[in-house]
């Protein structure tokens, strides 16, 4: 499992060799995702620190090295193939097969199984007509 390394990942790597990825807009936050490798029924869990629509960069224990293919369980997106473009100490880096839209990921979703954008991020403009905004509930940074 862990000795091969598809051909896509190898074609992947080419892709991803000559980019200056910096420059893809990512979002760093906290999430934890589940992680599984091929040919592999057992799933680890591991620390997302950020998101982007091609890849992410996660933390965590698993023994991981460049070029292994695996699936990624994302929270309100589910399982996403990828492969390992870079490892570094206990982080590193995917990218994934299809691209996503990585605002699923931070979106609430509702009893109706509506995705919905966090209230606690959503401006005071939006919320619910008639409501306001508790003073005494805010606090001082």
Request: proline share 4%; charged share 30%.
């Amino acid at each position: 499992m862990f000795d091969e390394i598809s051909d896509e990942c190898r074609s992947n790597k080419r892709d991803m060799s000559g980019v200056d990825t910096r420059t893809i807009s990512r979002d760093s936050f906290f999430l934890m995702a589940g992680v599984r490798f091929f040919g592999s029924d057992s799933e680890h869990r591991v620390r997302v620190r950020n998101l982007s629509s091609g890849g992410i960069m996660a933390e965590g224990e698993v023994r991981v090295e460049r070029g292994m293919r695996l699936e990624i369980n994302l929270r309100n997106i589910g399982w996403v193939e990828a492969c390992v473009a870079w490892v570094q100490d206990t982080r590193w880096g995917v990218a994934f097969t299809n691209e996503i839209d990585p605002a699923l990921a931070r979106a609430n979703i509702n009893s109706s199984g509506d995705i919905t954008t966090p209230r606690h991020l959503r401006p005071s403009s939006l919320l619910p007509e008639g409501e306001q905004v508790d003073q005494r509930r805010l606090r001082p940074i």
